[in-house]
């Protein structure tokens, strides 16, 4: 936890490298000292397929789901930073926007949480 996912037109890619737009996105995540650093999880998934509005070429969202219990706040922050930093690297992109949202703890599981020998249900353990 965190995950974030990266939804791209597929001509991004020839703006921006898969490693340095994943790049970008968990050192700016990072930076904001909500996360641990080997907790952060980055995934890119371009599309060639795609409609946008008129005269615009290219898009790229930001999907990030966190563990509840961050400030609305610090979820704009994160929302910001991340926003600001993809900006930079493409400054000509048609559409670029970020949605962060929570996952509620209660519904959660992992493969960590499942062990039985995890008897105080810590959600990192054995990593």
């Known amino acids: 936890m965190p ?8 001509d991004i ?3 921006r490298t898969p ?3 994943m790049d970008a996105l968990y050192e700016t995540a990072d930076a904001t000292g909500l996360f641990a650093p080997n907790d952060i999880k980055v995934r890119l998934k371009p599309y060639q ?5 008129i005269q615009k070429k290219n ?18 922050h ?7 930093k993809l ?5 000509d992109i048609s559409f670029l926007s970020v949605s962060i949202n929570d996952f509620e703890a209660a519904t ?10 995890n008897t105080d249900k810590d959600p990192h353990f054995g990593l």
């Open 3 to 10: 995950h974030f996912i990266i939804d791209c037109s597929q």
């Open 13 to 15: 890619l020839q703006l």
């Open 19 to 21: 490693e340095e737009l």
């Open 49 to 53: 397929y795609y409609r946008l509005g």
């Open 59 to 76: 898009f790229l969202h930001v999907f990030g789901y966190i563990m509840e219990g961050r400030t609305p706040e610090q979820k704009a």
């Open 78 to 84: 994160l929302s910001k930073q991340i926003c600001t």
């Open 87 to 91: 900006s930079e690297l493409l400054a």
């Open 108 to 117: 959660y599981s992992n493969k960590a949480l499942i062990n039985s020998e």
